[in-house]
């Protein structure tokens, strides 16, 4: 760019043009400024939509009883974990510690999502198992609820739903004998926006 001599063109790439002054300028970068400081609108509950996947492995009877004492007997404790992620979120660490009633074939019990370095979401876990199929895949599903949140999760609160599937157990090669297997989730539903 060439300045001219009397300060109102300005020679670029060959051809004249008039100067820009000073107040233009600035006139058109406050108006970009305010085009990309315009705030984006809230979902209508203010709630982040989430959605993701879960790959885990569990154990049963788990070492820890996971089970509320005296709640009966035909009850089992199964620990489950595994590596995810969520969108928005992104990857997390899954533990889940539950008890399984053979009664009305449900779980409850407790989870933890962790993106290490102390940024944890953690809450109750509840869920209803589905028929085994002829290959002992069983689908199951039920609700995760956001109860604490520590690190850049502080303040979360929220509910998620769950779809799964366990695959067919085998028995664990530890010195008592357990049950493992996989299963995988499908994770979806909202949380608060902090």
């Known amino acids: 760019m060439i300045s001219g001599t009397n300060g109102e063109c300005t020679r670029v790439n060959g051809t004249t043009q008039p100067r ?10 406050l108006a970009a400024l305010a085009v990309v400081c315009v705030p984006t609108p ?4 203010d709630r982040l939509l989430l959605e993701g996947t879960f790959s885990v492995l569990y154990t049963y009877p788990s070492a820890v009883n996971y089970c509320v004492a005296g709640a009966g007997h035909g009850n089992v404790s ?44 953690t809450g109750r876990y509840e869920g209803t198992q589905g028929p085994l199929d002829e290959n002992g895949f069983g689908p199951f599903n039920g609700v995760l609820t ?3 949140g520590t690190g850049r999760f502080l303040h979360a609160r929220g509910r998620l739903t769950f779809e799964a599937v366990a695959g067919p157990d085998s028995l664990g090669a530890g010195a008592a004998p357990t049950l493992n297997g996989t299963a995988f989730y499908l994770v979806r539903g909202g949380a608060p926006r902090n």
């Open 78 to 121: 199964i620990e489950a974990q595994g590596l995810g992620s969520i969108s928005g979120v992104g990857p997390l660490f899954l533990t889940v510690k539950k008890c399984f009633t053979f009664a009305d074939g449900t779980y409850e019990g407790t989870f933890t999502m962790s993106a290490g370095a102390g940024h944890a979401l």
């Open 42 to 45: 809230a979902l209508a509950d």
């Open 146 to 148: 956001v109860t604490r």
């Open 20 to 29: 820009l002054r000073h107040s233009m300028v600035s006139l058109l970068a």
